[in-house]
């Protein structure tokens, strides 16, 4: 058996083949759909060998940087002011708002917001063209709370004369608000780090979030996305602060986690299953204080998956967002199994699949990027016995023809694990009918459009192009942290428990959301591009481990 350091490099050897592996797949998965010929056989060894290479040399220039690193104590606290540093943040942001003013957006945004002063998606999507509708105020496809806190901004630009100011005013606060939560959370850090390593890591990170141009255009983006990930940030540091604490609840910590919580849940349709999943992992694992994630498990089930669609929704005559939301990746699956192998389908199977999707539209809109196409022939007139008939065909499928089923889902979250995706932004107001007709870029397209460009060469620049990849983001930041932090440390059986590690699990948990992500849109990654920096801070090891 291998001992002392032959032992950690052999370790170093596992997880660099682990990541390269994990990374090779996904690059096939986009790129050849996870098919396996001769030429792309050749290439994917080639890539393997490439990636474990840099992974390896990752593990063993750290392994040097931590022998090297000494802790040096800090006498004095920082003792910086948050007022001053998120201002100077926004200062950086604010010029991206000028140019591209009254702000940008994307078609979600258009479709909420014209849902509340138009109604032009009640069922399920406002872009399918020929689709079924009801009598509905409003669809919950797209979060309730948000659409009406966007549309409420855009009614004050209504009545101050031009619905673009509503989405200037919008935009400018979001983006000092956004600043005011990076920088609050990386001041608390720096001002609490004993260790001047820490602090200069949080410098770094803060430069990160004020010199970051997609930081910048995300910050400045009506975007329910945009809120959603501040606060995920905001619930990552409220899980720091209780668990560095040593679990010691307070009435403030408590109220301060389980009200980021319950707003997570209305910000975006996936937001309870982070925080119930995660709270519940910690209520087996944590040894003190269960109480609080126990509350924080009741109070999401029962107020979003009780009081909101079963009492507030038909209330307000809000129509759900539909078992097509949760059941998309299912229907994708599906609608590839159709396209590859529909000779092996018997009549049978076609009546149970015409019965919950429309079986000629699955065939002709499939799309290798997104579910979209496929989940909008949803029949929502399907029946118990409908649905009950397709788990079953599901479940029967998917363990004769396991490939096919990962070739449905790979080509899409493939680019959250591998780098073959930069971050993308929205940089323009779509055009639209409504409300947002008349709403476009207010400066001469010479120049919002010359800093996109500016954007893209910077995105292109080899060496910082790695900054601009979305897998750094959403993956491999995550699996270092986790690498080295806790199995690294179970496995030497090295030192205490450090509970603080407790703040990777929601964001796993969010990794695991990725893997069902409808397409491959980087803003399905925003919370993990917004808390990896901040967790390396978080996470940054005390003394010599």
């Known amino acids: 058996m291998l001992r002392g350091e032959k032992k950690i490099d052999f370790m170093d050897l596992c997880f660099s083949f682990c990541m390269s592996l994990i990374t090779v797949l996904n690059v096939n998965a986009v790129e050849d759909h996870f098919f396996l010929t001769g030429y792309v056989l050749v290439k994917d060894m080639l890539c ?70 138009d109604g032009v998606s009640p069922v399920p999507f406002g872009f399918v063209e020929g689709q079924e509708t009801i009598n509905a105020f409003m669809n919950a496809h797209h979060p309730v709370v948000i659409a009406f806190l966007f549309a409420a901004f855009i009614k004050l630009g209504v009545i101050l004369g031009d619905p673009g100011k509503g989405l200037f005013i919008y935009c400018l606060l979001q983006s000092l608000v956004a600043c005011f939560v990076f920088s609050g959370i990386l001041t608390d850090l720096e001002n609490n780090a004993k260790d001047a390593v820490k602090q200069f890591v949080v410098k770094v990170v803060r430069l990160f979030f004020i010199f970051s141009p997609f930081i910048s255009y995300y910050t400045i983006c009506m975007l329910k996305n945009t809120v959603h990930s501040l606060l995920f940030l905001i619930l990552l540091y ?10 010691v609840s307070s009435k403030k910590g408590i109220i301060f986690m389980i009200t980021s919580s319950l707003l997570m849940c209305f910000t975006q349709n996936t937001g309870a299953y982070v925080v119930v ?32 669609p079963k009492v507030i929704y038909p209330a307000a005559n809000i129509y759900p967002g539909g078992k097509q939301e949760m059941l998309g990746t299912c229907f994708q699956q599906t609608a590839r199994l159709v396209r590859d192998r529909e000779d092996e389908l018997t009549d049978g199977d076609k009546q149970i699949i015409g019965r919950v999707l429309d079986y000629e539209k699955i065939k002709s809109d499939y799309a290798f990027d997104a579910t979209d196409p496929v989940k909008a022939t949803f029949n929502i007139h399907a029946t118990k016995e409908d649905m009950k008939a397709y788990y079953k065909f599901w479940i029967k499928k998917g363990i004769q023809h396991p490939i096919i089923y990962l070739r449905a889902i790979l080509p899409i979250c493939g680019n959250f694990f591998a780098p073959v995706s930069s971050v993308q932004i929205f940089d323009k107001i779509p055009m639209s009918e409504g409300i947002f007709e008349n709403v476009k870029q207010v400066n001469p397209s010479k120049l919002w459009m010359g800093l996109d460009d500016w954007y893209y060469e910077l995105r292109d620049m080899p060496g910082i192009s790695i900054l601009f990849q979305v897998v750094l983001y959403s993956f491999w930041i995550p699996a270092y942290l986790l690498y080295y932090n806790v199995i690294k440390r179970w496995h030497k059986n090295d030192g205490e428990r450090k509970p603080v590690n407790g703040i990777l699990v929601p964001i796993f948990i ?35 481990k």
């Open 48 to 117: 393997f060998a490439a990636f474990f290479l840099l992974f390896f040399a990752s593990t063993i220039t750290l392994k040097y940087l931590g022998s090297k690193y000494k802790p040096r104590p800090i006498q004095k606290p920082a003792g910086k002011k948050v007022v001053m540093s998120a201002l100077l943040m926004w200062c950086a942001h604010l010029p991206y708002l000028l140019i591209l003013a009254p702000g940008v957006l994307n078609y979600d945004t258009i479709n909420q917001v014209r849902d509340v002063f």
């Open 238 to 247: 409220g899980y720091y602060k209780y668990l560095e604490g040593g679990e």
């Open 277 to 308: 999943l995660s709270s519940l992992l910690h209520l087996v694992f944590r040894k003190k204080n269960r109480m609080v994630f126990l509350m924080n498990i009741c109070l999401c089930i029962v107020v979003w998956f009780i009081i909101v």
């Open 510 to 544: 969010f990794i695991l959301m990725l893997i069902v992500s409808p397409v491959n849109y980087s803003r399905y990654a925003l919370p993990l591009i917004f808390s990896s920096p901040v967790c390396l801070c978080m996470l940054m090891p005390a003394k010599n």
